[in-house]
Each structure stands twice: as C-alpha cells, then as structure tokens.
C-alpha cells in the first residue's frame, strides 16, 4: 500500500497528493511533511549536504516504518521519498504523506513516520562548508526521544 | 572459517578506507560483538573505525542487529553510525 522511494531527483509533491488520492474518495484528511536542506548547522553556514544510504537495506527498512503506521493507524495510503546524494541549501530531502479517513489519524501517522524515518532508516547526513571542510552529521538526542514517544 | 561480506558506512567507511570487504572468519568469532573485537586487529583504519562502540550501528541481513546476534556463512553484515537522514 505504501509507495516508498529513494532517488536523487527532487519530488513534486503536488503530483504525489494527486497519486495517493486518484480514484477515490474515501479520504477524509492528508498529512504532509517535506523535510529541506536549512542553510546553517550548529550556526554555521552549510554549502551543500550529501545523502548517503545503504541501498539493499533502504527500502525494506522504510518498508517496515510504514508496515508499522498501518499497524497503529487506519491509513489509506502513504508515500515515502527519500532523496540521496548532494543537496544544496532550499532543496528537498524527504517528504512523507500519510492518508486516512479521519484527520487525527493523518497527522498523527505523518508525525511517525517521519520521527521513525530519522531514526530507523539507514541515511546519513554529511555537511559541507563554504571553507571546504566537510562533516558528517551526528546522530541527535531530540531525534530519538521523538521516535521514542511513539513506543 | 565462515565467509561473510562486510559493508561499511558514512564515517566507517573513511576511517577503513574500503566500502566492503569479504572475509573468512575464524570459527571463534560467534557473534557481532565477536567480530568487531576481531577486525580492530586487521588495521589502523579498523581500529579507528572501531575504537569505541556507543556510536555504532550493526545490520545482519539488511536488518537492524545487535552485539548478541549470531553470524552464520554467507552473512551480509553492515557496519555504520547512527542513523541521521529525514
């Protein structure tokens, strides 16, 4: 049910709406995250992020985030896109719908999914420098109490 | 011996120098835990990758794993920080 993808090109998420949505009317509310490339880390200005994942991992992971949302929430329908490689600052990353018939559950499902996503999916972030340093993103407390509420 | 393929990720993969490596291990190495005490023999680069395992993520198989997990022949077995995208 869940259309999980992981590609370099960037999403458009109006053409992702229409997708879950075509054909039917039994959705009653769509929740929506778009994850983006901020332009600053810890208060430095970032030049650009690389995506790197574990491919033959990726999408059974994010497969079984999604398994696990069905599973605690009516859902309809939901997509999943990860992008990878370089992204500069403004541009995408992720972007999570989630489809049900009641808004509560919409919300709530795009909330997990993304929480889980940050946290049980195999992406790594790392960070390059106008100065031409590069650092690769450590993994964050907040992150994890985030994923944790949903235990 | 059992013949397992190593992949390495993000950080661990700089500091191995190498992406994947595939490695016959002696019968005594039993478990992941096992294992990582072994490769910190095989090189500076390991060693470094390895020097500390708070920071360290595990996957047998294309899923999340522990240092308690068993290794069998012909394992797929990743090595990698936590985890940062979304």
């Known amino acids: ?151 | 011996m059992r013949n397992v393929k190593l992949l390495y990720f993000a950080w661990l993969r700089e500091r191995i120098g190498v992406a994947e490596e595939d490695l016959a291990v002696p019968d005594g190495v039993i478990t992941i835990a096992d294992l990582i005490a072994w490769l910190r023999l095989r090189s500076a680069g390991h060693l470094a990758a390895f020097a500390t395992t708070t920071s360290l993520r595990c996957a047998v198989n294309q899923d999340f794993a522990t240092p308690e997990t068993l290794i069998a022949t012909g394992d797929e077995i990743a090595f990698f920080p936590p985890v940062t995208g979304g």
């Not at chain 1, 458009?12 to 075509?22: N, R």
């Not at chain 1, 033959?56 to 992008?83: D, F, K, P, S, Y």
């Open chain 1, 1 to 151: 049910m869940a259309n999980i993808r992981v590609q370099t090109a960037d999403f458009d998420i109006g053409a992702e709406f229409a997708a879950l949505c075509v054909g039917r009317a039994d959705i009653g509310g769509l929740g929506c995250f778009v994850g983006t490339v901020r332009d600053t880390a810890k208060g430095r200005k970032i030049s650009a992020m690389t995506l790197e994942h574990y491919p033959a991992m990726t999408e059974a992971a994010m497969g079984r985030i999604a398994v696990a949302a069905e599973q605690r929430w009516e859902l309809l329908g939901c997509t999943l896109i990860h992008r990878v490689g370089r992204l500069l600052p403004g541009e995408n990353i992720v972007l999570v719908l989630a489809a049900s018939p009641h808004r509560q559950a919409a919300l709530d499902a795009t909330g997990f999914l993304i929480d889980w996503l940050k946290t049980r999916a195999p992406f790594w972030k790392k960070e390059s420098f106008p100065d031409g340093t590069e650092e690769w993103v450590s993994a964050n407390d907040a992150d994890e109490a985030a994923a944790s509420r949903w235990a």
